[in-house]
């Protein structure tokens, strides 16, 4: 199971990114895919995920809602997490993650199985 996130990058204040998780070989069917992330200094922090199960979308911190949304392109095994109004709080290491015991989302990094090798995002003020 690989997973590859990509899409991170130096934006300004107000900018605008989108991260893709890639599944490399299989199917996203049947699992959950979380964004987490871990800013310097920080703990890792959940972001977001989506559920393969009824389609949706769950979001975790305050901060990001109405600013981030993840979807999924079923045909290319890929889970993005569009970024918008981007802040300098939201300087982190990005990463996406696979949970594959359901299709349902949580937010508990130890429920995840796999991890993608994270994606750089640094927002400047």
């Known amino acids: 199971v690989q997973l590859q996130a990509s899409g991170g990058g130096l934006v300004q204040a107000g900018g605008s990114l989108r991260l893709s998780c890639a599944a490399s070989g299989f199917a996203l069917d049947g699992y959950a895919i979380g964004w987490f992330r871990r800013a310097p200094g920080k703990e890792r922090e959940p972001v977001s995920c989506?559920?393969?199960?009824?389609?949706?979308?769950?979001y975790y911190e305050d901060s990001v809602q109405g600013r981030f949304t993840t979807s999924r392109d079923g045909a290319k095994s890929t889970v993005y997490l569009q970024m918008s109004s981007l802040k300098p709080g939201d300087t982190a290491v990005y990463y996406c993650?696979?949970?594959?015991?359901?299709?349902?989302?949580?937010?508990?990094?130890?429920?995840?199985?796999?991890w993608g090798q994270g994606t750089q995002v640094t927002v400047s003020s």
């Open positions: 993650a696979l949970k594959v015991i359901s299709p349902w989302c949580s937010k508990y990094h130890f429920e995840y199985d796999y």
């Open positions: 989506y559920s393969t199960g009824d389609g949706s979308a769950e």
